[in-house]
Nanobody, 116 residues
Framework: QVQLVESGGGLVQPGGSLRLSCAAS????????MSWYRQAPGKERELVAG????????NYADSVKGRFTISRVNGQNTVYLQMNSLKPEDTAVYYC?????????WGQGTQVTVSS
């Protein structure tokens, strides 16, 4: 069964950095694109960044371009989100997502709070 487990969230001051990890299992990780989404209180879930199966194509939301970097290590079945220059408006629950066999899978999410 497909499982996605996020980690790395926490409380950080504005301007700080965090690196989120998503450990995947239950499918051939290297064959599928992966994405990070986030959902702030009272808001809809939004796409933050996506990466193709072998990492050659990456896309970002305008709000995070130049600050966030998505990457993956296929040999470790893990996708990362490096977040720099964090702002209070980045506060949200961050989710890892993939689509396998016509089904969408989400992790349980990890909370990121940016506050002084």
């Amino acid at each position: 069964q497909v499982q996605l487990v996020e980690s790395g969230g926490g409380l950080v001051q504005p301007g700080g950095s965090l690196r989120l990890s998503c450990a995947a299992s239950g499918f051939t990780f290297s064959m599928y694109a992966m994405s990070w989404y986030r959902q702030a209180p009272g808001k809809e879930r939004e796409l933050v960044a996506g990466i193709s199966s072998v990492g050659g194509i990456r896309n970002y939301a305008d709000s995070v371009k130049g600050r966030f970097t998505i990457s993956r290590v296929n040999g470790q079945n893990t996708v990362y989100l490096q977040m720099n220059s964090l702002k209070p408006e980045d506060t949200a629950v961050y989710y890892c997502k993939t689509d396998v066999g016509g089904r969408r899978y989400w992790g349980q999410g990890t909370q990121v709070t940016v506050s002084s």
